[in-house]
């Protein structure tokens, strides 16, 4: 069984209840809850952390080592970081994926993360996560 971290970033705790027109109405408690039945369905096991904190997400980063099979990432509000979390992902042996439920180019926002990740989705909503989940689910 594959071992997936998914990290919910920078004001992903506020889906929900800003910006519905950009991101919907789900909230953070009702996406996670729809990543960890997916995770059921496709036999993966989840972990599913959120923060604000841009150094505490590079630093679970960096210590992953190979406890983890993947990392998914939401970055929010760090997507233009060009701080310590593009560093940990840029050195992190475990596969990285970046995804959106919008399209932050689409608003004038450029991922400095994803010239470090191995892929991404962006674009479909919440069913982002279930493309990117199913996606490493496939891969050997």
Do not use: W
């Amino acid at each position: 069984m594959k071992k997936i971290l998914v990290i919910q970033g920078a004001g992903l705790d506020e889906r929900g209840k800003s910006q519905i027109e950009i991101f919907g109405p789900e909230t953070l408690e009702e996406i996670n809850a729809a990543i960890s039945s997916l995770s059921s369905e496709l036999d993966l096991e989840i972990d599913i952390v959120q923060s604000n904190n841009e150094a505490k997400v590079a630093n679970m980063i960096d210590r992953i080592d190979d406890s983890f099979d993947a990392i998914l990432i939401n970055p929010g509000g760090f997507t233009s970081s060009k701080g310590v979390l593009t560093d940990a992902i840029a050195n992190s042996s475990t596969p990285t994926y970046e995804i959106h439920a919008s399209n932050p180019t689409q608003r004038g926002v450029t991922s400095t993360l994803l010239p470090h990740c191995k892929g991404g989705v962006c674009g479909f909503g919440y069913d982002g996560y279930r493309i990117a989940l199913s996606a490493i689910s496939a891969q050997s």
